[in-house]
């Protein structure tokens, strides 16, 4: 009996230990949204926050907080808290919230426009605010003048209609010289606010760099509004000078500070190429610098010109001479990752440079297999050429055109593409987003094209014009929409992976098994349409030679992230994936990265490490991972993680441990930041590029607007921030590990 109530005791009190640990996590979590709401008030965090309130829900019985919830201040309803961001896109963006919409829609009349500024306790936006009322009521007067002039027919002057404008301007100044009414007073601003004030607006403007133009600056509704809110009129000269230099050198301080910091870096050179996939930097070639702890900086930019094809030779020179510009120990650079010049540039820093490892984009990489697959697979020659034959019919026959808009009437979502190039089995990735048209556009016109092959006039048609019969049996052939339908997935495939690529910009080790992967897809492709495995496997494979680099084996089985486990217990790299000439490239690597008088101990490193692996506690932290909140899906929790185990960790490991913090952060992408197409298109047409000193100016905005973008891009957005917040898998996650590693 005394067991009995003992054991009873003890369940009541884990019974009110899980409570009371219940009650405190729900008070944690509502302090943690009230504290995110008061900054955000502040002008610190999300917009959504001025509508979305934390409430907590307590229990009825005991009045303990059970849950917290978020409740819109506009309608009072009441939502779950576990993602803010989420329930202001669903109730507010997405127009669900009544009361979100009628506030966003301006009022009707001139004299009663919504403030700007919704601060009550502000004198300055009150002025503001009434100065505001007082410039729409001015506009409001004139366009009325005009429309009463335009009811005067009888009314002519010498100027025509165009007089009428000024001489509305002209009865207001008269009415004005009548009874003349002072306008309110402006806000008057402080010399610290208005100097705060413009530092604010040059750092948007730079940072909006493209969207926003220096002719903006001169436009009058802007000018308007600055002396509304009581600021000076800008002058461009001030902002392409003095304003400019100053954001440049303190921009430039902060990336060389970063730069001296750092033991080594990875030079990436990005713009070579001016087309990828429908986007690029036209005639701009940029260079930023890689950072072990992950951090990218902006380093310079050039213009080659667009229309010339830069020599291997000059390229060569211009990387070489950016890696002593941005330091003057060149062996600081222990590699450099571009988009295009790889075979023979990048090999000839390497053959000079023993320590470099120079790699070319798997961008570039993975999507070239387009232009291999349109050139050296039967399958995708016939279906762009079969396509071709059926657009070309339909945009240059008269009466099959007629036929066609005739059954296009009846399903008018339906539609063949007439604006189609006349492609050559897609010889140029450029075409690659039309070629994708195409093919989408043929499929979605499938039923509208068997409508017209059965109609009576088409089969007319077909008996008099031979291009008219073939495009008739084409349509009505299961296995031509089969192929189409075969080719366009290839497509998607492919581009997926592309975009992938360029979101998550993988290291040098993670190039074999995204390699693998690619194989995975496409052999799953090759099941699904039926397709024969060996020369869709030729193709993947030339293609990997051509890309392939010794760094990618060295980097896969030095990387902590990919030790397997054996069966005793130990975690060991993954040589056994990799092929016999593989394992000597690891092998030839390392030795050229190295002295010789270093070479044989680091090849002994090399055996022990293959051998003995690394700790278990340890390897499993470095695998961690957590569920990416944009993508969904499953990284690494922390990426430095590989790195800094051989310089913490494996300090037994002298050679090869620098060799494995050398090689793990390096990049396989340069992709990292996209210059504005609209802005280049500016400095071109202004003649800046042209002018030395024009140049100069936009290669200086180019750096600040990228450092800025650069830099935002380390620290994340508001939305984001939150959701780590929010989340609560951390403890779980650790907890796992620590189970995993007990069960040893």
């Given at each position: 009996?005394?067991?009995?109530?003992?054991?009873?005791?003890?369940?009541?009190?884990?019974?009110?230990?899980?409570?009371?640990?219940a009650?405190?996590?729900?008070?944690?979590?509502?302090?943690?949204?009230?504290?995110?709401?008061?900054?955000?008030?502040?002008?610190?965090?999300?917009?959504?926050?001025?509508?979305?309130?934390?409430?907590?829900?307590?229990?009825?019985?005991?009045?303990?907080?059970?849950?917290?919830?978020?409740?819109?201040?506009?309608?009072?309803?009441v939502?779950?808290?576990?993602?803010?961001?989420?329930?202001?896109?669903?109730?507010?963006k997405?127009?669900?919230?009544?009361?979100?919409?009628?506030?966003?829609?301006?009022?009707?009349?001139?004299?009663?426009?919504?403030?700007?500024?919704?601060?009550?306790?502000?004198?300055?936006?009150?002025?503001?605010a009434?100065?505001?009322?007082?410039?729409?009521?001015?506009?409001?007067?004139?366009?009325?003048?005009?429309?009463?002039q335009?009811?005067?027919?009888?009314?002519?002057?010498?100027?025509?209609?165009d007089?009428?404008?000024?001489l509305?301007?002209?009865?207001?100044?008269?009415?004005?010289?009548?009874?003349?009414?002072?306008?309110?007073?402006?806000?008057?601003?402080?010399q610290?606010?208005?100097?705060?004030?413009?530092?604010?607006?040059?750092?948007?403007?730079?940072?909006?760099?493209?969207?926003?133009?220096?002719?903006?600056?001169?436009?009058?509704?802007?000018?308007?509004?600055?002396?509304?809110?009581?600021?000076?009129?800008?002058?461009?000269?001030?902002?392409?000078f003095?304003?400019?230099?100053?954001?440049?050198?303190?921009?430039?301080?902060?990336?060389?500070?970063k730069?001296?910091?750092?033991?080594?870096?990875?030079?990436v050179?990005?713009?070579?190429?001016?087309?990828?996939?429908?986007?690029?930097?036209?005639?701009?070639?940029?260079?930023?610098?890689n950072?072990?702890?992950?951090?990218?900086?902006?380093?310079?930019?050039?213009?080659?010109?667009?229309?010339?094809?830069?020599?291997?030779?000059?390229?060569?020179?211009?990387?070489?001479?950016?890696?002593?510009?941005?330091?003057?120990?060149?062996?600081?650079?222990?590699?450099i990752?571009?988009?295009?010049?790889?075979?023979?540039?990048?090999?000839n820093?390497?053959?000079?440079?023993?320590?470099?490892?120079?790699?070319?984009?798997?961008?570039?990489?993975?999507?070239?297999?387009?232009?291999?697959?349109?050139?050296?697979?039967?399958?995708?020659?016939?279906?762009?050429?079969n396509?071709?034959?059926?657009?070309?019919?339909?945009?240059?026959?008269?009466q099959?055109?007629?036929?066609?808009?005739?059954?296009?009437?009846?399903?008018?979502?339906?539609?063949?593409?007439?604006?189609?190039?006349?492609?050559?089995?897609c010889?140029?990735?450029?075409?690659?987003?039309?070629?994708?048209?195409?093919?989408?556009?043929?499929?979605?016109?499938?039923?509208?094209?068997?409508?017209?092959?059965?109609?009576?006039?088409?089969?007319?048609?077909?008996?008099?014009?031979?291009?008219?019969?073939?495009?008739?049996?084409?349509?009505?052939?299961?296995?031509?929409?089969?192929?189409?339908?075969?080719?366009?997935?290839?497509?998607?495939v492919?581009?997926?992976?592309?975009?992938?690529?360029?979101?998550?910009?993988?290291?040098?080790?993670?190039?074999?098994?995204?390699w693998?992967?690619?194989?995975?897809?496409?052999?799953?492709?090759?099941?699904?349409?039926?397709?024969?495995?060996?020369?869709?496997?030729?193709?993947?494979?030339?293609?990997?030679?051509?890309?392939?680099?010794?760094?990618?084996?060295t980097?896969?089985?030095?990387?902590?992230?990919?030790?397997m486990?054996?069966?005793?217990?130990?975690?060991?790299?993954?040589?056994?994936?990799?092929?016999c000439?593989?394992?000597?490239?690891?092998?030839?690597?390392?030795?050229?990265?190295?002295s010789?008088e270093?070479?044989?101990?680091?090849?002994?490193?090399?055996?022990?490490?293959?051998?003995?692996?690394?700790?278990?506690?340890y390897?499993?932290?470095?695998?961690?991972?957590?569920?990416?909140?944009?993508?969904?899906?499953?990284?690494?929790?922390?990426?430095?993680?590989?790195?800094?185990?051989?310089?913490t960790?494996?300090?037994?490991?002298?050679?090869?441990?620098?060799?494995?913090?050398?090689?793990?952060?390096?990049?396989?992408?340069?992709?990292?930041?996209?210059?504005?197409?609209?802005?280049?298109?500016?400095?071109?047409?202004?003649?800046?590029?042209?002018?030395?000193?024009?140049?100069?100016?936009?290669?200086?905005?180019?750096?600040?607007a990228?450092?800025?973008?650069?830099?935002?891009?380390?620290?994340?957005?508001?939305?984001?921030?939150?959701?780590?917040?929010?989340?609560?898998?951390?403890?779980?996650?650790?907890?796992?590990v620590?189970?995993?590693?007990?069960?040893?």
């Open positions: 009996m005394a067991d009995a109530k003992e054991t009873q005791n003890d369940n009541q009190l884990v019974v009110v230990a899980t409570s009371d640990m009650v405190r996590a729900v008070n944690k979590r509502y302090e943690g949204l009230t504290t995110v709401r008061a900054k955000a008030i502040k002008g610190k965090g999300a917009w959504y926050w001025a509508h979305l309130e934390p409430i907590l829900v307590r229990n009825t019985d005991t009045n303990d907080p059970k849950s917290v919830k978020l409740k819109c201040n506009l309608c009072e309803s939502f779950s808290a576990s993602n803010p961001s989420r329930t202001a896109s669903e109730h507010l997405r127009g669900t919230c009544p009361n979100f919409n009628s506030l966003l829609k301006p009022s009707s009349s001139s004299s009663s426009l919504p403030p700007l500024i919704s601060s009550p306790n502000s004198s300055h936006n009150k002025r503001f009434e100065g505001l009322n007082n410039y729409h009521h001015q506009q409001f007067h004139y366009h009325h003048f005009h429309q009463q335009n009811q005067q027919h009888h009314l002519l002057l010498s100027g025509g209609k007089d009428l404008g000024p509305a301007m002209l009865e207001d100044s008269v009415k004005k010289l009548k009874s003349p009414k002072p306008l309110p007073p402006g806000p008057h601003l402080s610290t606010q208005i100097n705060s004030a413009l530092n604010l607006l040059t750092d948007w403007f730079y940072d909006s760099y493209g969207s926003v133009s220096f002719p903006s600056l001169d436009h009058p509704k802007f000018k308007a509004f600055m002396n509304q809110v009581g600021l000076p009129d800008i002058s461009k000269q001030d902002f392409m003095s304003r400019l230099d100053s954001k440049y050198e303190e921009a430039k301080l902060e990336s060389e500070v730069l001296r910091d750092s033991e080594f870096y990875q030079l050179s990005d713009g070579w190429k001016n087309k990828t996939f429908g986007h690029g930097d036209e005639g701009l070639v940029k260079f930023m610098v950072l072990p702890n992950g951090t990218t900086l902006f380093r310079k930019s050039f213009f080659p010109g667009s229309s010339v094809a830069v020599p291997d030779t000059y390229a060569e020179d211009i990387m070489w001479e950016t890696i002593i510009g941005t330091c003057n120990v060149a062996q600081k650079c222990v590699g990752v571009s988009d295009k010049y790889k075979a023979k540039t990048l090999r820093l390497e053959i000079r440079n023993h320590w470099m490892v120079n790699l070319s984009c798997q961008l570039q990489g993975v999507g070239n297999l387009i232009k291999d697959f349109s050139k050296e697979l039967p399958l995708f020659k016939n279906v762009i050429n396509c071709l034959k059926i657009t070309s019919l339909f945009n240059n026959n008269s099959a055109r007629s036929i066609l808009n005739k059954f296009l009437s009846l399903e008018s979502k339906f539609s063949v593409s007439s604006e189609v190039p006349p492609l050559l089995y010889e140029d990735l450029r075409n690659v987003s039309s070629v994708n048209a195409m093919l989408e556009n043929t499929l979605a016109s499938g039923r509208v094209l068997h409508l017209v092959a059965m109609d009576e006039s088409f089969k007319v048609l077909s008996m008099e014009d031979s291009v008219a019969r073939q495009v008739g049996e084409l349509i009505q052939n299961m296995a031509f929409w089969s192929d189409i339908e075969a080719i366009n997935a290839l497509i998607k492919i581009r997926t992976m592309v975009e992938e690529i360029e979101i998550e910009r993988p290291l040098v080790g993670q190039c074999l098994p995204l693998e992967d690619l194989r995975a897809k496409m052999k799953d492709w090759c099941v699904k349409f039926s397709i024969h495995e060996g020369l869709v496997e030729k193709i993947i494979e030339k293609r990997f030679k051509k890309n392939y680099h010794p760094a990618w084996s980097a896969f089985v030095l990387d902590p992230v990919y030790l486990r054996d069966s005793s217990g130990k975690y060991l790299p993954p040589f056994k994936c990799l092929t000439e593989q394992v000597k490239d690891v092998d030839n690597l390392i030795t050229r990265l190295v010789r270093e070479a044989h101990i680091a090849l002994m490193e090399l055996m022990k490490w293959r051998s003995e692996g690394l700790e278990p506690l390897a499993q932290a470095v695998q961690v991972k957590k569920r990416d909140r944009l993508t969904g899906k499953m990284k690494i929790a922390n990426p430095q993680s590989s790195r800094l185990v051989w310089e960790i494996l300090k037994d490991f002298t050679i090869l441990g620098k060799i494995a913090a050398r090689l793990l952060f390096l990049h396989a992408t340069s992709c990292g930041f996209r210059c504005n197409w609209s802005f280049m298109k500016w400095a071109w047409d202004q003649g800046q590029v042209q002018s030395g000193i024009g140049l100069e100016r936009v290669q200086k905005m180019i750096f600040v990228a450092h800025t973008k650069l830099k935002k891009r380390q620290l994340g957005n508001y939305e984001e921030k939150e959701a780590e917040v929010f989340a609560n898998d951390d403890d779980d996650m650790l907890n796992e620590f189970l995993d590693a007990s069960s040893l």
